[in-house]
């Protein structure tokens, strides 16, 4: 069994904070996979990134970051100068020998 | 951008009727799945397929039904809607083989029983 847990239920921050997002999974595999999906209010989830566990590499895309830290098994992922258009609620995600598997997400009120 | 649909997008429904959430997505994805998400956010899965006639229950016990007769087509029906099937319900898919791909969610069908 897999599992991943987002500590954090709800996060709110003033426009142009930094705020990173916990995610810390439990798996057995020894290959599995990483994802970030965010969802903004129309609903639907829009994947962000993906990670290997072969690949501890930290990444950075325009504001977004993510720190693999497979010692600790956790996917946290850094917004900087957080903007309005960042609210959304973020789910992070495993996936290797089961079906993916799904936090129960941090919700992100980012106020003007 | 996914190709992947959800009708409708909102329903309101009397309690006992029959309803059908459509999923289709022309990616030709073997692997799909319908997702119920609480009010409070948490995306529970309640059934997945591997491909035409594959179906399986997931992790949430739930009394909706599937089908997959075609590799583009998955709906979930509820036989006697109740108050407690309201929720949100997001159908993704994924291509085939290893779980090394990222899943793409349709907008989801906003389902209310009353």
């Known amino acids: 069994a897999q599992k991943v847990t987002q500590a954090q239920t709800e996060i709110s921050v003033v426009e142009k904070e930094d705020v990173t997002l916990d995610c810390v999974y439990e798996?057995?595999?020894?290959?599995?996979?990483l994802f970030w999906y965010k969802q903004p209010p129309s609903g639907e989830l829009v994947f962000l990134i993906r990670?290997?566990?072969?690949?501890?590499q930290n990444e950075i895309s325009g504001r977004y970051s993510w720190n693999f830290q497979k010692s600790t098994s956790s996917f946290n992922f850094t917004i900087t100068a957080s903007q309005v258009v960042d609210s959304a609620v973020y789910f992070c995600?495993?996936?290797?020998?089961?079906?993916?598997?799904f936090g129960r997400g941090t919700s992100l009120i980012v106020h003007p | 951008e996914a190709d992947i649909y959800q009708t409708p997008r909102y329903l309101v429904i009397g309690t006992g009727k029959k309803i059908t959430l459509e999923c289709s997505q022309t990616m030709g994805h073997d692997k799909m799945y319908w997702y119920q998400q609480d009010p409070g956010m948490e995306l529970h899965l309640i059934h997945y397929?591997?491909?035409?006639?594959?179906?399986e229950k997931g992790d949430l016990s739930s009394e909706s039904t599937v089908s997959r007769i075609r590799t583009e087509h998955f709906p979930l029906t509820l036989e006697s809607a109740r108050p407690s099937h309201t929720s949100q319900y997001l159908c993704?898919?994924?291509?085939?083989?290893?779980?090394?791909?990222?899943?793409?969610f349709g907008q989801g069908t906003r389902l209310t029983v009353v």
């Open positions: 995600a495993l996936g290797g020998s089961y079906i993916p598997t």
């Open positions: 990670r290997n566990s072969f690949d501890e």
């Open positions: 397929s591997y491909g035409v006639n594959s179906t």
């Open positions: 798996t057995r595999d020894t290959t599995y996979y």
């Open positions: 993704a898919s994924s291509p085939s083989a290893s779980m090394n791909t990222e899943a793409f």
